[in-house]
Structure formats: C-alpha cells, structure tokens
C-alpha cells in the first residue's frame, strides 16, 4: 500500500514539473489569484488520489494533463485586458499624501500593522512621509515619498 502511494505521489510531482516547465513558470511574487485556487485545486485532486486504491497512473497523468491545460488557458485569457483586471484585481490608491484609504483597507482586509510592515520594507517609518502608496494586486505597497531625495 505504502510503495503504491509513493509511486502515485512520484508521478504526480514528474506530471506537475513537466506541465509547469511546459507553459512556463513564474516567480511566487508574480502568483495571481487564480493561479493560487489552480494550485489549491491540484494540491486537493493529487491528494485525494493517491491515496483512492482505485486510481491509476493514467488518471493521474491524465488529471495533471488537463489541469495543465486549465492553466494554460487562464494564462492566456489573462493576457485579455479586460479578463485580467477582472481575475487579478488592479493596483489602488492606498495612501494620498499621508492619508490612508480606510475603505480600501476594510475592502482588502488589511491591518494597519501589515500597512506599516509594508511601508517599512519600503524605508517608510511614518505614514505621513508618503506622498502615493499604491497597493499592489501581489499584495505589497509601492511609495512615492514627499520630499524624498534619494
């Protein structure tokens, strides 16, 4: 039983990596939203299958297969203005000369110690130093600093 779920687990892993190198990969900061719920997705169907005594090798293959294909489609139909705006979201106004979007905030379910976190990678320290903070559809805070001579 053990060998068996091994063997589904290995070819599963070769199944991915040779997908993923066929339609290109990307850095885990460049993750979308809807490439995560294909990561879930497959994380789930692999799971569930390696351990159904009922499943062969070919419907792994086959179900990495078409859950390549599904990404691959999404990857070009985000390529789509429209569709991508959509999927992934688009960058907003977070902060305006040292005033934070509250609504954004609550619409993101962003703290503002995650706020600050961000603005502290950036070499920001107080909130009313910021001239435009954009937030990011990965997530993070790009800034624009009042005064800020580099």
Do not use: C
Request: charged fraction near 25%; proline fraction near 1%.
């Amino acid at each position: 039983m053990y060998l068996g779920v091994a063997a589904k687990f290995l070819v599963a892993v070769v199944s991915i990596v040779i997908i993923i190198r066929m339609i290109g990969q990307k850095e885990l900061s460049q993750t979308t939203p809807i490439d995560l719920v294909f990561i879930i997705m497959l994380g789930d169907i692999v799971g569930g299958m390696i351990h159904e005594r009922d499943f062969k090798f070919t419907h792994i293959i086959f179900i990495v297969t078409i859950w390549g294909l599904l990404m691959w489609s999404a990857e070009k139909l985000t390529r789509k203005k429209t569709f991508e705006r959509w999927m992934d979201g688009k960058p907003e106004v977070i902060i305006r000369n040292g005033s934070v979007n509250a609504q954004l905030m609550n619409k993101e379910n962003l703290t503002m110690q995650e706020l600050n976190t961000q603005l502290r990678k950036k070499g920001v320290f107080d909130i009313k130093e910021v001239k435009i903070g954009i937030l990011e559809i990965d997530g993070s805070v790009d800034v624009s600093r009042e005064g800020y001579e580099q």
